[in-house]
């Protein structure tokens, strides 16, 4: 089935794959920086591990985005309105630093060639590469580095962008190479995440407003530059000769396409069938049905066509079905206990998705951050000074979902889910659910996608019996993502990738501030002063062991409040690509996505007949 794609593609470290890392800086100065460790890399290397560094260049890469939306309307990826097209970020925009792949929380120089934290770590203060240079030939300047900041944070950016950065006081340009962020109060994480911030030229827009930059192309310091837009469906990005990176140890053997190409659909089947028709190269498949039925045939069968399992060993993070607390009918954490009894998830992984899916139970999956069983004393420790303001099984055994499968069944967990709507004032009369006004428990789920059809029918069946109706709607990607950031729905599903090390992100997901920010990643519109506490601490993490006992602390109050209906995730990375005509590195990186890892660390080889490269 179908992994939900992030909700908040426009939140800043979702944009740019390079700064997804939450790092943290030691103090003194330094080209590569790593959190409660040394960098992998030392001075002098060379390139990182998983690269080719002899990689040819040339050829074309054509890819398709795992999302619905079926076009774009800007090339501003940093406004709140509107869609901007894939691989921009990774392709187009440079940051100061930038991560490697092979080493959790570990960060290099980019266009920055050196950083110096400050003692007291109120501020941060980087040096710019000499060479670092924007697309139209001029000097990156710290000046540049400051205005991106200003921009990124004033009030024609969108505001999720901008709760990135809410710890950051501003940017100063100090002289011609340096440029200072001055933070709001220590925090170990905050010159990573300066690190981390996209960095575009003030000529972008001709001084038009910010937000009325929408056609203009970026004039940024990247690899690649747009070379062409088709009917805001496909777009071409051209690799650059005068790139100023080439040589640099974190390009070195990377972004080796003379051009990469993306094809937009807004149907999963017209998608799957151009791939195999050989419109793009390499398709990433969500949907455990398609991956078991349709990935055969034969093109398959002859090897014209590869289909592999990769090993994922990212955090899975959370995803799930979100209730909406901004509506009443969700206010209570015993109705949403109940709707969560509802899913019998055994059933959907054994019937549907061919068994390829684990149960998620909280928000920090498949990761050291996820709670499980009795609080230890480390959680106990944080949690005791909120005692007042959590439920008392906060402080025991974390409570999970109960499987469907013998001796357990669907039909004893929704017994358990009358009796807690029962107490939340619920009762079936008149052929439906209703509370004391008599008003019916109806709510809609809000969708973009059609194959998750399939599992919102028999989680309906399931509410049914309860009383409840449950109606699905299904809106093209557009509405959709206008609903969600005027938060406009009642339950949705939500992904949003797991970290290695959390930070600054929980305040824009969990964050009451963020509950009533436009945009924001709070899709729950979670307010609550434990919750925020509990950040707090994952903020002023110094040691490992201290940050792994925050974020178990944090999870097992979020699981307790029943804030959503948990679904699944995937072990591995499920891709087809078209065989003979790509070359890979030997040693695959350890944190990666397939669609990044092919843009960055793979080459085209030469075809095997001439004319033999087709041309889409």
Not at 118 to 127: E, W
Not at 341 to 362: C, E, P, S, T
Not at 436 to 459: I, K, N, T
């Amino acid at each position: 089935m179908a992994h939900a794609l992030s909700l908040r593609r426009r939140a800043l470290l979702r944009v740019f794959p390079m700064a997804m890392l939450p790092w943290a800086a030691k103090a003194g100065a330094a080209e590569a920086m790593a959190l409660y460790d040394a960098p992998k890399y030392p001075p002098g290397f060379t390139h990182f591990d998983y690269v080719n560094p002899h990689a040819p260049v040339g050829g074309d890469l054509w890819l398709t985005p795992p999302s619905r939306a079926g076009s774009f309307d800007k090339l501003n990826p940093f406004t709140l309105r509107g869609t901007a097209p894939p691989g921009l970020g990774a392709l187009v925009f440079e940051t100061l630093m930038t991560s490697s792949w092979d080493q959790a929380n570990s960060v290099y120089g980019l266009l920055a060639d050196d950083v110096v934290v400050a003692p007291d770590r109120l501020s941060a203060r980087f040096r710019l590469h000499p060479r670092a240079r924007f697309s139209n030939g001029e000097a990156v300047r710290p000046a540049d580095v400051q205005a991106s900041f200003e921009t990124l944070t004033g009030p024609r950016a969108a505001l999720s962008i901008k709760a990135q950065f809410a710890d950051i006081v501003r940017a100063v340009a100090e002289d011609a190479r340096h440029v200072r962020f001055e933070f709001r109060r220590p925090n170990h994480e905050l010159p990573l995440i300066a690190a981390g911030m996209p960095v575009f030229s003030r000529k972008w827009g001709g001084g038009k407003p910010f937000d009325e930059i929408v056609n203009e192309a970026p004039i940024a310091s990247g690899p690649y530059a747009i070379a062409s837009t088709s009917q805001n469906r496909d777009i071409v990005y051209a690799r650059r000769a005068d790139y100023w990176g080439w040589d640099l140890p974190t390009r070195r053997g990377q972004f080796n396409f003379a051009r990469i190409g993306y094809k937009l659909f807004r149907d999963e089947t017209a998608r799957l069938e151009a791939f195999k028709a050989g419109d793009f190269d390499l398709i990433q498949e969500f949907i455990a049905k398609n991956w078991a039925r349709q990935y055969t045939g034969p093109k398959f069968a002859s090897g014209e066509l590869v289909k592999r399992e990769l090993p994922n060993h990212n955090q899975a993070g959370f995803q799930g079905m979100v209730m909406n607390l901004r509506r009443p009918l969700f206010q209570d954490v015993r109705v949403r206990h109940a709707l969560a009894l509802a899913l019998d998830f055994d059933w959907l992984n054994r019937m549907l998705f061919y068994g390829q899916y684990k149960r998620i139970h909280g928000y920090f999956a498949n990761s050291p951050f996820e709670a499980k069983g009795q609080p230890g004393a480390d959680e106990l420790a944080l949690l005791h000074p909120l005692r007042a303001e959590l439920p008392a099984d906060v402080f025991g055994a974390l409570p999970t979902l109960p499987r469907t499968d013998p001796p357990g069944s669907l039909r004893a967990n929704l017994l358990a889910a009358r009796d807690l709507l029962r107490q939340a004032g619920w009762h079936y009369r008149d052929g439906a659910l209703r509370n004391a006004r008599g008003e019916a428990f109806v709510f809609e789920y809000l969708d973009s996608q059609g194959s998750m059809a399939r599992v919102m029918a028999p989680y309906a069946q399931a509410l049914e019996r309860l009383g409840i109706r449950m109606q699905y709607r299904l809106v093209d990607f557009a509405l959709y993502q206008r609903r969600l950031d005027g938060f406009d729905y009642d339950m949705t599903t939500a992904r949003y990738l797991g970290s290695p090390s959390p930070g600054s992100e929980l305040r824009e997901r969990f964050g009451s501030k963020a509950a009533m920010i436009e945009g924001s990643d709070n899709v729950w519109g979670i307010r609550d002063p434990a919750v925020d506490a509990l950040i707090d601490r994952v903020l002023r993490a110094k040691t490992w062991t201290q940050l792994v006992a925050a974020c178990r602390a944090l999870d097992r109050v979020l699981v307790c409040g029943w804030y959503s209906v948990p679904q699944w995730y995937a072990a591995t990375h499920r891709v087809a690509y078209r065989a003979g005509l790509f070359g890979m590195p030997a040693t695959l990186p350890l944190y990666y996505e397939p669609e990044s890892w092919a843009m960055a660390c793979w080459w085209a080889l030469p075809p095997a007949s001439p004319g033999a490269r087709r041309q889409p």
